[in-house]
């Protein structure tokens, strides 16, 4: 991820300069400060998550279902049907592109994904685009 941009402005440039340099020499962190060089610093906002090339995996997954059926499957073989790798996988799930799914199985911590659900979260994150 790209670094944010940083925006600088001397907050002496500001209408409210008086009002921010008397309210800060009242604070004992700034008394002995000089107020002349007090700037505000905003970062910009990083842009909203999003897949990228989403129409592939679309595509492989539909033509998975049409093959196989609709059936649960683990992390490992999703990304085989989607041919993402694991940690592509686990930063959708973690954008909440694509949710976890439950299992009643007796093992625990095994994540399976209905292939169906999956399909219509990914087409949602088509329509986005």
């Given at each position: 991820?790209?670094?944010?941009?940083?925006?600088?402005?001397?907050?002496?440039?500001?209408?409210?300069?008086?009002?921010?340099?008397?309210?800060?020499?009242?604070?004992?962190?700034?008394?002995?400060?000089?107020?002349?060089?007090?700037?505000?610093?905003?970062?910009?906002?990083?842009?909203?998550?999003?897949?990228?090339?989403?129409?592939?995996?679309?595509?492989?997954?539909?033509?998975?279902?049409?093959?196989?059926?609709?059936?649960?499957?683990?992390k490992q073989k999703?990304?085989?049907?989607?041919?993402?790798?694991?940690?592509?996988?686990?930063?959708?799930?973690?954008?909440?592109?694509?949710?976890?799914?439950?299992?009643?199985?007796?093992?625990?911590?095994?994540?399976?994904?209905?292939?169906?659900?999956?399909?219509?979260?990914?087409?949602?994150?088509?329509?986005?685009?």
């Amino acid at each position: 991820m790209s670094r944010r941009k940083i925006y600088r402005i001397d907050a002496a440039e500001l209408k409210v300069w008086r009002q921010l340099s008397e309210e800060l020499f009242h604070h004992p962190v700034f008394r002995e400060c000089d107020f002349e060089t007090v700037q505000i610093v905003a970062l910009k906002r990083n842009p909203e998550p999003r897949i990228v090339d989403v129409d592939k995996p679309l595509k492989y997954l539909e033509r998975f279902i049409i093959n196989n059926g609709n059936r649960s499957v683990g992390k490992q073989k999703l990304c085989e049907i989607l041919k993402i790798s694991r940690p592509t996988l686990n930063k959708w799930i973690a954008d909440e592109f694509i949710s976890r799914g439950q299992t009643k199985e007796p093992w625990a911590g095994h994540q399976s994904f209905d292939l169906k659900k999956v399909l219509e979260e990914l087409k949602k994150q088509q329509d986005k685009k």
